[in-house]
């Protein structure tokens, strides 16, 4: 009697759908062109991706400068450990990447502002990225709503920049989002020169004064230890300088450089369909369970089971 029972409900409830198909077709065609037209509405975003990994130069560079900093504790008698992951060059530049000095300073001396927290729309036939209003690309100058450097900051590091460093092998993958898959590309392969630029300028400023200061006192003492210490240090110092102007891409080496894409990343607007046919369909499923189940407790409480007086009276 229970399974037939329940059997029966089973019947009961698919009975219900089908009654209410037109209804949910309807919902469904409602839902699915407000889904259409919102898909629609969102921009093309492009992303332009990079695979870097550190150089060897950089490993190099770290390696001198625990070198240094060891020989010259050893003067003091002061023993430092060396390896520390802190000082690796290709950590360091990581770091300086994501920064907001760095950031800052990279949108302004490229003139990248306007194009990454103004722009508009992309005309893929002229190839021509439209600005708003806002911003005046012959006078280059702000008309009004100028963004302040950390909007800027966050706007770039939040919608546009993605870092990704695999701790394992080593390798660091940059990927630039953007309206435009020109500018996409443009903004990455200047990101790669200017952090491999901006830690190159670090590094010779650096080596320049410590060779100077170095060269400076290596006349004022006559200890042979301390000169040894203070010649090898500066044989470290020619050698990075050596590194830094052999080759543009310093810090970071590039294995796959980045190209204009051809196709855009986001938005998926078959999956955004595919979700909401999923969740409506889904969703119908439910509330006409909730439904059917509150029916049956208004029938159960209106039309209460009989009870057999009779038969319980003979017993």
């Not at 410590?210 to 230890?225: D, F, G, K, M, P």
């Not at 369909?273 to 509150?294: D, E, N, P």
Request: aromatic share 10%; proline share 3%; glycine share 2%.
């Amino acid at each position: 009697m229970e399974t037939d029972k329940r059997i029966l409900d089973l019947n009961k409830f698919i009975k219900i759908l089908f009654e209410t198909k037109e209804l949910f077709f309807f919902a469904l065609f409602i839902i699915l062109s407000i889904t259409v037209l919102y898909s629609l509405s969102l921009k093309n975003i492009y992303r332009a991706d990079a695979l870097l990994v550190p150089t060897s130069g950089s490993s190099s560079s770290s390696s001198s400068s625990n070198e240094t900093a060891s020989q010259l504790a050893s003067l003091a008698g002061i023993s430092i450990g060396q390896g520390n992951s802190a000082s690796d060059k290709g950590t360091q530049a990581l770091k300086i990447l994501e920064s907001r000095d760095f950031i800052i300073n990279f949108l302004k001396d490229y003139d990248l502002v306007h194009i990454i927290y103004d722009e508009k729309s992309w005309n893929s036939s002229k190839k021509v990225l439209n600005v708003s209003s806002d911003y005046d690309e012959k006078k280059g100058t702000w008309i009004r709503n100028q963004p302040s450097e950390m909007q800027t900051f966050r706007e770039f590091t939040g919608n546009h920049l993605k870092v990704v460093h695999d701790v394992d092998s080593g390798f660091i993958s940059i990927s630039v989002e953007h309206l435009s898959p020109i500018h996409a590309n443009l903004i990455l392969k200047n990101i790669i020169i200017g952090i491999n630029d901006h830690m190159r300028e670090i590094d010779l400023d650096y080596s320049n004064n410590a060779i100077e200061y170095l060269t400076a006192q290596l006349r004022l003492t006559n200890v042979s230890e301390v000169r040894n210490v203070f010649s090898n240090v500066i044989e470290d110092q020619i050698q990075t300088k050596m590194l830094a102007n052999i080759s543009d891409e310093y810090i970071l080496r590039t294995i796959d450089p980045p190209r204009v894409p051809d196709r855009k990343f986001k938005p998926r607007r078959s999956a955004i369909l595919a979700v909401t046919f999923a969740l409506t369909f889904f969703s119908f499923i439910f509330l006409s369970l909730i439904l059917f189940i509150q029916n049956k407790k208004m029938h159960f409480k209106i039309f209460p089971p009989r009870i057999n007086i009779l038969s319980s009276d003979q017993d």
